[in-house]
């Protein structure tokens, strides 16, 4: 079935440091990537996302590029801040006919940013 | 005011109890999701409904039974409470229009079983 992988946490990083959180994904067909980000006490929030191949999600900074070769959608930041601590999670969804259109997320990413 | 709200945000209960969590949504969205989060497990899918008659079981829905009242209203039940079931619980709601089929999610219920 369907999974994803994200590289294990917690990761803790000095503000103005660059930030990758790698994630790769198991699907068949053509999948929609996401990164969804949980601040503290709060629900998900849909951070990017990107639907075909070599299409680059960006939103606050934060980029990720859907490779399709590698079955890779890693999230980069070229400077991170202390408001960016949270937990990162990357998901897929397959658009199959008749069916849920279901997200599958990977374990999650805690970021910890110190001034 | 939230566009996803979730009651209660916290509960805690005992073992063999009949617990109810609700979600209520303004966003006017026809898809309603509920998900528990585990630690080291993300999200996993429980049950969804993309409307008021159609209620379908997700990857983990045994021992949870749910109730779409209303297009806004999506409810979810453990009909006899077990520690195992102690999580944090997401409602999420999407739209069908939607050509990526967002989701949006609440805050989040946590519940802990004695």
């Known amino acids: 079935g369907d999974s994803v992988t994200q590289m294990e946490g917690p990761v803790t990083l000095s503000e103005e440091a660059f930030l990758t959180i790698n994630c790769t994904y198991t699907?068949?067909?053509?999948?929609?990537l996401f990164w969804y980000v949980q601040y503290p006490g709060e629900g998900l929030q849909l951070l990017l996302k990107?639907?075909?191949?070599?299409d680059k999600g960006s939103n606050k900074g934060f980029e990720a590029t859907y490779r399709k070769e590698t079955t890779s959608f890693h999230l980069e930041k070229g400077s991170v801040q202390v408001s960016d601590s949270a937990v990162y999670f990357c998901?897929?969804?397959?658009?199959?006919?008749?069916?849920?259109?279901?997200?599958?997320f990977g374990s999650g990413t805690q970021l910890t940013v110190l001034p | 005011d939230a566009d996803v709200t979730q009651t209660p945000r916290n509960r805690i209960t005992k073992t063999g109890k009949r617990i109810m969590l609700e979600c209520s949504q303004t966003?006017?969205?026809?898809?309603m999701y509920w998900y528990r989060q585990d630690p080291g497990l993300g999200l996993r899918l429980i049950y969804y409904?993309?409307?008021?008659?159609?209620?379908n079981k997700g990857e983990i829905s045994d021992g949870y039974s749910v109730s779409r009242q209303a297009q806004a209203k999506f409810s979810l039940s453990l009909e006899s409470a077990i520690p195992n079931q102690t999580a944090l619980y997401f409602c999420?709601?999407?739209?069908?229009?939607?050509?990526?089929?967002?989701?949006?999610f609440g805050p989040g219920t946590r519940l802990t079983v004695l």
């Open positions: 990107a639907t075909k191949a070599d």
């Open positions: 999420a709601t999407s739209d069908v229009s939607s050509s990526t089929d967002t989701q949006y």
């Open positions: 998901a897929l969804r397959k658009l199959s006919s008749g069916s849920a259109r279901q997200l599958t």
């Open positions: 409904s993309f409307d008021v008659k159609d209620i």
């Open positions: 699907a068949t067909g053509y999948p929609s």
């Open positions: 966003k006017g969205h026809d898809r």
